[in-house]
């Protein structure tokens, strides 16, 4: 198990929770659930499983001090992009340098900004993956068992009965219409796709240079100047030559071996403010507060104060409100998913501050 990592991707803006999340403050590195950030959180769901020396955060370079307030001084376990590139060429060049260490390093591809309730059987599942990706050439996803019918999450179709041992993968199903969300999950045979795999270090590189040529090239020009001077300048000029896509897009959808795993372990993305209301802990009346609050029969509600901010509500039901030093947010839970046009309406009228 000496070859087992970890990389926490970090990167990403996160303004879905916005006033509260920012472009500089992204939702993995706030207090959102409990006093841990999302990011510590996920780093520490894995005590007991790696060492925290085969940890490692791949983020932009304006990103480590955020992640070192979380950690400590992390060294050479911090992997920093010189720009965001989405996760083809993220996850591309934290294999470059896993494998510059250790040829036979496997490693498990995990997001910062999820929240998980039941962190042993996160372990669990996790650590039937690396079992399953022991396999040379084989990819293992972690998808997540439905508990609705969402159109917010991509999809993973098991071609086989769902068994928690791991699946072969038949397709990965972009975001639904709610009647095929509703007919996927009467049917069985799908999980949602969280965004979490695992495999060789070597195999992820070898499957970017199969189905993405220049990018594979450009990560074999950085991989070459790891621990030179030129190291950085050659990371800046080659990371631009990888082409800006998802893992999914890039890779996954084409790969030949690709198994799944279901996950039972309490999972949310926290991608919105009604996402985050499921996930804090409740009163008696359904609300999710955090702050300094006063409510009066008010139901179902969200409601986040910064400190130093007092929110009073009155016979409010199924709101979200955000109060920082600098904005505040009023909508309806349901219309959660219309904050980044409010916050593009903001941008368009010259507020490029509040981003």
Avoid at 188 to 193: Q, R
Avoid at 260 to 274: E, L, M, N, T, Y
Avoid at 305 to 316: H, K, M, N, R
Avoid at 321 to 336: C, E, N
């Amino acid at each position: 198990m000496s070859n087992r990592h970890a990389v926490i991707m970090a990167g990403g803006a996160g303004t879905r929770l916005w006033p509260l999340g920012r472009r500089e403050r992204p939702k993995q590195f706030l207090p959102l659930v409990d006093e841990r950030s999302l990011l510590k959180a996920s780093a520490e769901r894995l005590d007991g499983l790696l060492p925290v020396d085969q940890i490692h955060i791949v983020a932009g370079s304006d990103q480590q001090e955020e992640a070192e307030k979380a950690f400590g001084l992390m060294g050479d376990r911090f992997i920093a992009e010189p720009e965001g590139r989405n996760t083809a060429p993220c996850i591309g060049l934290a294999c470059q340098w896993l494998v510059h260490r250790d040829p036979s390093a496997m490693v498990a591809i995990l997001p910062a900004d999820h929240w998980i309730t039941d962190e042993p059987v996160f372990r669990s599942t996790l650590n039937q993956a690396f079992e399953l990706a022991a396999v040379p050439g084989r990819i293992v996803t972690i998808g997540i068992v439905p508990t609705h019918p969402s159109t917010g999450y991509g999809y993973l179709q098991l071609d086989g009965e769902e068994d928690d041992r791991g699946v072969p993968l038949r397709a990965f199903i972009e975001k639904p219409a709610a009647t095929e969300a509703a007919r996927m999950l009467t049917t069985g045979g799908y999980l949602w796709n969280a965004g979490m795999f695992v495999a060789r270090a070597q195999t992820l590189l070898d499957e970017i240079s199969r189905q993405m040529p220049p990018t594979g090239q450009a990560l074999k020009t950085i991989a070459a100047a790891i621990g030179t001077s030129s190291y950085d300048d050659v990371l800046s000029r080659a990371y631009k030559d990888c082409q800006a896509i998802s893992i999914d897009y890039g890779v996954m959808e084409k790969a030949s071996d690709v198994w799944a795993v279901p996950g039972r372990f309490g999972w949310s993305d926290v991608g919105s403010w009604d996402a985050l209301g499921e996930v804090r802990p409740r009163d008696d009346q359904g609300n999710a507060t955090k702050g300094q609050t006063v409510l009066l029969d008010c139901s179902n509600c969200v409601i986040d104060a910064e400190p130093g901010i007092t929110v009073a509500a009155a016979d409010l039901e199924g709101y979200v409100i955000s109060a920082t030093k600098d904005a505040v947010l009023v909508l309806p839970r349901r219309s959660s998913q219309r904050v980044k046009e409010l916050l593009s309406a903001l941008i368009s009228g010259g507020r490029e501050d509040l981003k």
